[in-house]
């Protein structure tokens, strides 16, 4: 009898272990994003409140916390492509590489394991489909630059559902005979959907690929990314559908991988902005939350993890003394990016007639100086000066996404001065980033890992 019990305890015990497996995997990729990043969302949502301390985000609630270091091979500091190979296989590479370690061997990425293994596999992005970071999920290059070739390696992956800004480069330069992506996506079984209505409506399509409605209108046209989300406007694609419409169209899969990256967090820490970056931050949350939802009617079966591939900009949360003031980035409305391309159409259209007090509205309107925003003496002459730069096109800032006229980046500068939110960089940086886990398999995240750990983590909890 005894041996009878002890034999069913270990058949249940087996029954309880086989059952103990992740049938969906949601591998969220916050671009750029540190802990700083994290806590300065936060802690802004709380200012605005009127308080000191944090609006929890939803992936700071999950049970699970870890840490992980991002260097490269190549590099104390990694870039985009070897973190995001590393993240997607397990492998550390040089910077610049896709898909490969140095010596040329591809690497095989988690999704495309699962894949072959009968899988549903969705890759999503706020930025170009063929990016840095989704790329090394399905494709192999000695450069990420080599954006035609990536682009192919997409349309030959068989994977089930692609979504994010188009292609960067749609055509080969090269060579003229080669095809349009679009048209060889099309030509791999691919139903190209403009936009969430259309995708919405193609449920039942084989394969989908889902961008940008404009994207399609020229197919030849370089691919942008998703704007950022404190530039959307009504009709533009966010995140939170694009991670919508990916659980619709997998979720009549027996089991499916989703990667979603928040891409534009690093674009908005590459280019110092922090209200951008806390917008973009709180934006990628939001997209979790949808897979939340999707977790919590399947939360034995599901496990979401949430990463960074790297750190960008060396935000620092504090510049002086023991002061923070993040709520005054409330008053800016868009993009330094955004706000730069206003008021170089603004020279462009008055010309000579243009004058400090058109400028004067414009940075009112735009990041509250003036109005909301008291600006000192020495700044009102620091943008006084820009004022004169921009006319004569002079002192622009070139970032790795964007270039900011003098005017813009020096108003970008003093609002974030004021919220004593600083960088160290226009670049990445060595930081630690995060990581959150919730669901099957979430505790193995627990501590301090190595990015080379990450996708075989996931994977074992699949297993
Ligand atoms: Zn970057």
Known sequence: MKRFLLLSACISCFTMLTL????????????????????AAEMYQAELEGRIGRVPLLMTQFPVVGMTPTFS??????????????????QKTNNGMIGQTPD????????????????G??????????????????????SRDDYYAIGRQLAESGFDF????????????????SPNLYD?????????????????ANMNSQKMILVPASCLQDRSAHGNALPFAIDREKGDLSLEQLVDVAIDYLSSRARFFIMVEGGKIDYSGHGNDGATNIHETIDFDRALAVAYRFYEQHPEETLIVVAADHETGGMALGNSDYTLNLQVLQHQRKSSGYISDIIRGLYQSKGNQLTWDDVQACLSEYMG????????????????????????????????YKEVNALASTALEILNSYAHLDWSSHGHTAAVTPIFAIGKGAEKFTGWHDNTKIAPMIYDSTR
């Not at 103990?20 to 806590?39: E, R, T, W």
């Open 20 to 39: 103990a497996q992740a049938k969906y995997v949601f591998y969220f990729i916050g671009d750029g994003m540190g802990p700083n990043q994290v806590l």
């Open 73 to 90: 091979l190549s590099n104390a500091i990694t870039d985009s492509s070897a973190a995001g190979t590393c993240l997607a296989s397990g």
């Open 104 to 119: 040329g061997t591809p690497t095989v990425s988690i999704a495309t394991k699962l894949h072959n293994e009968g899988w």
């Open 121 to 142: 596999i969705g890759i999503v992005t706020t930025v170009p489909i063929d990016h840095a970071t989704p790329s090394p999920f399905y494709a192999h290059t000695p």
């Open 162 to 177: 692609f979504a994010g800004g188009g292609f960067h480069a749609p055509e080969n330069k090269q060579v003229s005979t």
């Open 184 to 200: 060889y996506c099309e030509q791999n079984g691919y139903f190209l959907a403009g936009g969430y209505d259309e995708a919405k």
């Open 369 to 400: 100086l003036y109005t909301a925003v008291e600006v000192s003496n020495e700044d009102d002459s620091r943008l006084r000066k820009a004022f004169d730069q921009t006319k004569k096109n002079e002192g622009n800032v070139k970032t790795l």
